[in-house]
C-alpha cells in the first residue's frame, strides 16, 4: 500500500478535519518565500525594515511600496492543483477548517471557504494605530494613505514580533482539539505558533498526516507522511478519498 492509500484511507473514516498549510503551498504557484534567497522577496532587504512595526514607521514610503510590488506580483499567481484539491475536500467533512499561514489569498480563490488565515492576507488594509479594517483605498498620492482617523494605513498582516489575533487561535486551537485527523500541507514546521498545531491535536487523540518534499519536524510525529509536492500529491489523494468515502 503507498503512502497516498495509506493517507486516503486514515481519512476516509475521519468526520472532522483540520487542514494547516505553510508557504510551500504557495511556492508551488511561483511566490518565493523570505528564505529562499537569493530568489527570496527579502533578498536585497533586511525584514526588520519591512516586515516590522519599527520598520514601517521608520520609513513608510518605503514599506508601502515594497508591499505594493509584493501584492503585484502574489496577484499574479494562481492556485495549483494542490489548492484545488484541498477545496475539494471541504465538503467531504463534517466538520472542515483550514489554518493558512500563507497571506496570497490562493485557497479562497481556489475555492475554499473553511479558512482561518492566521498570519493576515496580503489584499486587505487596517489602518497602523487603530486596526480600523479599510474597506476601499482612499484615492490620494500619498504613500501610504490615510484612514479616516488620520492614521497610516498598512497591509493588514502579521509582521514579525506582532502577536496573532487571538480570535483566529481560539478559533484555531478549538477545531484542534476537535478534530480526529490534521492534513500538514507545505510547512517547514519551525514557525510558531502554527508549527504547534499538530501536536496540539495530537495529543488530542487525532491522526496525523503530512505532505511535504521534504522531512520536517513534524515527520516525527506524522501516522502517514506522503514525500511529495501538494500540486502532486493532493489531486491523488482526494480522488482516492472521495471513492472511499463513497463506499
Known amino acids: 500500500m503507498n503512502d497516498i492509500e495509506r493517507a486516503a484511507k486514515l481519512l476516509a473514516s475521519v468526520r472532522a478535519l ?8 504557495s511556492k508551488e504557484s511561483g511566490i518565493p518565500t523570505f528564505r529562499d534567497a537569493p530568489s527570496s522577496l527579502w533578498a536585497n532587504f533586511n525584514p526588520e525594515d519591512l516586515a516590522t512595526p519599527q520598520g514601517f514607521l521608520k520609513d513608510p514610503p518605503l514599506v508601502w511600496k515594497w508591499y505594493n510590488e509584493r501584492r503585484r506580483m502574489i496577484g499574479e499567481a494562481s492556485p495549483h492543483p ?7 475536500m471541504e465538503p467531504l467533512f463534517d466538520e472542515f477548517l483550514l489554518l493558512t499561514q500563507n497571506i496570497d489569498n490562493l485557497h479562497r480563490k481556489a475555492g475554499s471557504n473553511g479558512v482561518v488565515e492566521i498570519h ?11 486596526h480600523h479594517a479599510i474597506d476601499q483605498l482612499p484615492r490620494t498620492d500619498e504613500e501610504p494613505p490615510r484612514c479616516q482617523c488620520g492614521s497610516m494605513i498598512r497591509p493588514d498582516v502579521v509582521w514579525f514580533g506582532e502577536t496573532l489575533d487571538p480570535d483566529h487561535l481560539d478559533r484555531a486551537f478549538a477545531a484542534l482539539t476537535a478534530c480526529e485527523a490534521i492534513l500538514v500541507v507545505g510547512t517547514s514546521g519551525i514557525v510558531y505558533p ?11 487523540g487525532a491522526k496525523v498526516v503530512e505532505v511535504n518534499p521534504e522531512e520536517t519536524p513534524i515527520s516525527e510525529i506524522a501516522d502517514v507522511f506522503v514525500k511529495a509536492g ?12 472521495k471513492t472511499l468515502k463513497k463506499e
Open 194 to 204: 502554527a508549527a504547534g498545531f499538530p501536536a496540539a491535536a495530537k495529543s488530542s
Open 230 to 241: 501538494a500540486g502532486e500529491a493532493l489531486p491523488a489523494l482526494v480522488e482516492r478519498l
Open 82 to 88: 494542490g489548492h484545488y484539491a484541498i477545496a475539494a
Open 18 to 25: 483540520v487542514v494547516t498549510t505553510g508557504a510551500g503551498m
Open 120 to 130: 493576515g492576507n496580503i489584499f486587505r488594509f487596517k489602518c497602523f494605530d487603530n
